[in-house]
């Protein structure tokens, strides 16, 4: 007899069904069932928890704090429901001050003694961020649309739009379409911001895509400026407000000679010479501890916006890109848009890689020309390319070191994210070229995100994104995916980036059959 609605136990059951089916439309029905089971207050928090997420976002509950508590003897039956999760962790959110690791300690233990040994490891993994399960946001959202009965593609725009899948899901239950088309761009709510996939060469770009907009690809920070009035806010790639860091972008948006607008673009820290400060140096802007006058002065930034989602009251988004980036130019000057070229010949791309490279940037990024702004997507309307092989993945684990690295963390295991799964497949390791800032500031951050520990390898919550340099892809049986990277080297970490951004394992895919091809 299965658990009464609600329980934690059923969430529990559906989960382990989901895992253990490798079809994408049997996890889409198991889940569609449960949500239609649950009440309206169970349906957000059986969302947040089968994507891995609490609906108190990070409230310090990881594996240190797991550690000291368990192992906690397990109930007989399952007797928890969500909203007694749910009323746990908020009082866990809540605890500050003189003994809250105690009290922390007491309420999680209080929690896992009325959980059975399923919804214990099903907890755990969830606290800990390595709730993996091939449930993750895209079939949640699928399963979402089947139960409420809206169109698939609505609730993925609401989704780009808002940004929280929970509340989204609210929106539909309570409200259907009608609630979900409501849902437009506004100004100092920022939107998802849209993705490329990597393409092996200019040419192989423009083949894709025909006539083709190229522009330059800055090694920059992604920025998100909102403008309402005289009001600026600008956002990060992680949808963090940094208006306080960067007065030179909010002095440029009050210049701008329209009433409201949302604009993408990249800023940057420019050398005397014109070209292009490191990633990290650019990135010494938004640290948490700033006289940002002072650094204004000795690092001051550059702006380049590249495309326009609102514009006074007026959504974007679903306009193709060259109408889009015509609306841009129409209120922006010149020196603050990034070297574009449309183009569908093959050596005029290839020409025009190399003037970007020449500039000091790091490539170029090939659109199509009639594509929807698709934000919070990662696909081929957008293409990236560089003159060597770079890939976002998430470090899944690290091994100590040896000899003069004894004592750090330093074998990186790679993963890229299975976007069928939502899961992390690993494509290999590296420890070439960390330097030995990067093995300092690792160890103590992979220490934080540990799950779990076998012999050397420390297990650590797929938090880090890391770009990743290869000479190419090539064929393994060593690793799940059949492939690695050859010559892999760390190229820098990506605090900028969050783990659904990484690459995914399509196009490390792609790349692999572009490569074995050519």
């Known amino acids: 007899m299965p658990p009464d609605s609600g329980t934690l136990g059923q969430l529990v059951q559906t989960s382990q069904q989901v895992s253990a089916n490798r079809g994408r439309l049997a996890k889409r029905e198991l889940l569609a069932s449960l949500f239609l089971a649950l009440s309206d207050a169970e349906f957000p928090l059986a969302v947040y928890y089968l994507t891995g997420a609490l609906a108190q976002g990070r409230i310090g509950l990881g594996y240190a704090t797991l550690k000291s508590v368990l192992p906690v003897p397990p109930a007989a039956e399952g007797r928890l429901n969500l909203a007694q999760v749910d009323r746990q962790m908020r009082r866990f959110a809540a605890i500050k001050g003189a003994g809250s690791t105690v009290l922390r300690q007491d309420l999680l233990r209080e929690l896992l003694q009325a959980a059975t040994v399923e919804e214990q490891n099903f907890l755990t993994r969830l606290f ?20 409420t009965q809206v169109p698939d593609a609505l609730l993925r725009r609401a989704l780009m739009l808002h940004g929280e899948l929970a509340e989204v899901a609210q929106l539909a239950r309570d409200g259907g379409t009608a609630a979900l088309a409501a849902i437009a761009p506004t100004t100092f709510r920022p939107l998802q911001p849209m ?23 800055l090694d920059g920070a992604r920025v998100q400026m909102h403008k309402r ?32 607008a949302i604009l993408d673009g990249e800023t940057l820290a420019l050398r005397g010479d014109g070209k292009p400060q490191p990633f990290q140096t650019t990135m010494r802007r938004f640290g948490r501890r700033l006289n940002v006058e002072t650094m204004r002065s000795s690092l001051p930034l550059s702006v380049f916006f590249f495309d326009c989602m609102y514009l006074d009251g007026e959504d974007l988004t ?31 791309a290839r020409a025009f890689l190399a003037r970007a490279l020449a500039a000091g940037h790091e490539g170029i990024l090939a659109k199509s020309t009639t594509a929807p702004y698709a934000a919070g997507s990662r696909g081929s309307d957008w293409l990236k390319v560089k003159p060597v092989h770079t890939l976002d993945l998430v470090v899944l684990a690290a091994e100590w070191g040896h000899g003069r690295r004894r004592g750090w963390l330093s074998n990186l295991h790679l993963g890229a994210r299975d976007s069928a799964s939502g899961e992390f497949v690993m494509l290999g390791k590296t420890f070439k070229g960390l330097t030995d800032e990067m093995l300092r500031w690792q160890t103590e951050v992979l220490q934080q995100l540990t799950v779990r520990e076998e012999g050397n390898t420390v297990f650590v919550k797929p938090a880090l994104v890391v770009e990743i340099a290869c000479n190419d892809i090539q064929t393994s049986p060593q690793y799940p995916a059949g492939m690695t990277l050859r010559f892999a080297r760390v190229k820098q970490y990506r605090s900028d980036k969050k783990p659904h951004e990484a690459d995914t394992l399509e196009t490390v895919r792609a790349l692999h059959a572009q490569a074995t091809q050519s």
């Open 128 to 147: 800990c961020g390595e709730l993996r399960q091939g449930a993750l946001q895209g079939t949640v959202l699928e399963a979402v649309a089947e139960a």
């Open 229 to 260: 009035g005289a009001q600026i806010r600008v956002y990060s790639r992680r949808l963090n407000d940094v208006t306080s860091a960067v007065p030179e972008i909010v002095s440029l948006g009050e210049r701008l000679g329209v009433e409201e």
């Open 195 to 217: 993705l490329a996939d990597t393409a092996v060469s200019a040419h192989a770009a423009v083949q894709r895509h025909g006539t083709t907009l190229l522009e330059f690809k």
């Open 318 to 348: 679903g306009l193709p890109t060259l109408e889009r980036i015509s609306r841009l130019r129409g209120f922006v000057q010149p020196t603050h848009l990034l070297p574009q070229l449309v183009t569908g010949d093959g050596i005029e």
